[in-house]
């Protein structure tokens, strides 16, 4: 197997990262949303997304003669998001999608909870203090975001229940995937195994799918797995510069919130070409700098780091 480039440590970098995982995500929805209006089918397209998803990491992963990684993390992640995906692709075509989209975007929320369940014993209490209050003022962020983009008015009850729904699947999706990223000593392996079971989890809603088989669309759909495949892989370099770093918790965090602003992007684009920045939007984006700027001021010995765990 050949070794793959270390980079270095830095937030910079971690910022970097989060951003332009966060411009893939953004792209993604609007090749798929797109997809799934012009063919109709949405498991098939989400199966042709994980397609596109696939290409990146099988042909690194030939290249470097590896095998997927079969571990509990990137397997529980790949189902998780296949769930979530498919859920969220199932509604493209309602007429409140946009407002369902905008609603999940605070799923840092659940991601944060994650964290602290699982790694409540390996974190300081003051650690832990600035965690909670960080993923809560990037909620209230997103929150912000959406507000100023949705009729509030028109949001129902079936709404804001599967919206809570999808925040709860993508929060945990994006802890093992985090996970998955910050326990691998090697990339393309992983993220090979993520894709497959991602398609595998797919598979059940095609039960449920328009039985509708044709090739319209399914072109943005391919493009839009490649897409944020380079996404994937960027957000792995950055776990891969956290591995042995004490900030592996709010760093890794902090990545998620940056990732999940795919919203903050397709807002600003909407409200800088149809409309004048709200006030809402201002604020949004000003309380999701504020969590990221009192995450990053944890020291390197804020966490405890649990040694060769896997």
Not at 89 to 109: G, K, R
Not at 245 to 258: D, E, F, G, K
Request: include cysteine.
């Amino acid at each position: 197997m050949r070794a793959e480039f270390r980079y270095t440590h830095n937030f910079s970098f971690i910022v970097f990262v989060g951003i332009f995982s966060s411009i893939a995500n953004a792209l993604w929805g609007i090749l798929l949303s797109i997809a799934v209006t012009i063919n109709g089918n949405f498991a098939l397209t989400a199966e042709v997304m994980v397609a596109g998803l696939v290409i990146v990491p099988l042909v690194i992963a030939l290249y470097n003669r590896v095998k997927p990684d079969l571990s509990f993390y990137p397997i529980m992640a790949g189902i998780f998001f296949g769930i979530s995906n498919a859920l969220l692709l199932s509604i493209f075509n309602y007429q409140n999608s946009a407002i369902i989209y905008s609603l999940i975007a605070p799923s840092i929320i659940a991601f944060i909870a994650m964290q602290v369940i699982v790694k409540k014993k390996r974190i300081s209490e003051k650690s832990l203090i600035r965690l909670i209050f960080g993923g809560i003022a990037a909620s209230a962020g997103f929150i912000l975001l959406s507000a100023a983009n949705i009729n509030l008015y028109a949001i129902s009850t079936y709404d804001i229940l599967l919206s809570l729904l999808l925040i709860l699947l993508y929060g945990i999706s994006g802890f093992l995937f985090t996970e998955t990223g910050l326990r691998s000593k090697e990339t393309s392996s992983p993220l090979l195994t993520v894709d497959i079971f991602e398609g595998i989890a797919i598979l059940p809603f095609m039960l449920f799918s328009a039985h509708i088989y044709v090739f319209s669309g399914l072109t943005y759909a391919l493009f839009a797995g490649i897409i944020v495949a380079l996404g994937t892989y960027a957000s792995f370099a950055g776990f891969r510069t956290l591995q042995k770093s004490s900030n592996i918790v709010s760093y890794s965090s902090i990545i998620y919130i940056l990732t999940d602003s795919d919203i903050l992007f397709l807002a600003l684009i909407y409200e800088i070409f149809v409309h004048a920045l709200s006030v809402y939007t201002l604020f949004g984006i000003l309380l999701i700098a504020c969590s990221i700027w009192y995450m990053s001021k944890e020291s390197d010995n804020a966490f405890t780091i649990e040694q060769g765990s896997n």
